[in-house]
């Protein structure tokens, strides 16, 4: 196991709050499992090599015109990933397609969906 960052400072508060060993143990084990998340969300984000991160979050609905804002948040689900169905964004210039691909993109590795083999499959599939 790698060095956890986060034990000096853990034990530091350990001391200071008197933490049994076992709270000291859960609270550094808690450190290292969300280390680890953060370090495989870095490591997917790289792999997806997306121009910029974009997030359901930040996107503006209002220039969403021609779809309902509660179908493009269903998209958020990713439902059709599970149900093996593609989706088709059509729409003018500057809506938002891009950024709407990319959350998708971004939600679908939060949940560890391996976003370079869905992409190596969907180029297989098209060619």
Same mark, same amino acid.
């Not at 998340?37 to 974009?54: C, E, G, L, N």
């Not at 059509?90 to 971004?106: D, E, N, Q, R």
């Given at each position: 196991?790698?060095?956890? @960052?986060?034990?000096?400072?853990? @034990? ?7 933490? %049994? ?17 953060? =370090? ?5 984000? =790289? ?26 948040? %269903?998209? =958020? %689900?990713?439902?059709?990933?599970? =149900?093996?169905?593609?989706?088709? #964004?059509?729409?003018? !210039? *500057?809506? *938002? ?7 998708? *993109? ?9 976003? !370079?083999?869905?992409? #190596?499959? #969907? ?5």
């Amino acid at each position: 196991m790698q060095y956890i @960052s986060a034990a000096p400072a853990l @034990s530091q508060q350990a001391v200071d709050q008197e933490w %049994s060993y076992m709270d000291f143990l859960e609270h550094l084990l808690h450190e290292e499992k969300l280390a680890r998340h953060q =370090r495989k969300q870095a490591m997917y984000t =790289r792999m997806a090599a997306f121009p910029a991160v974009k997030t359901f979050e930040e996107y503006d609905f209002t220039f969403a015109t021609g779809a309902p804002q509660k179908q493009l948040q %269903s998209l =958020r %689900s990713l439902s059709f990933i599970e =149900r093996n169905e593609n989706i088709v #964004l059509l729409g003018p !210039s *500057g809506v *938002g397609k891009t950024h709407l691909a990319i959350a998708m *993109g971004y939600e679908a590795f939060k949940i560890f969906y391996d976003i !370079s083999k869905i992409s #190596l499959e #969907l180029y297989h599939n098209i060619h």
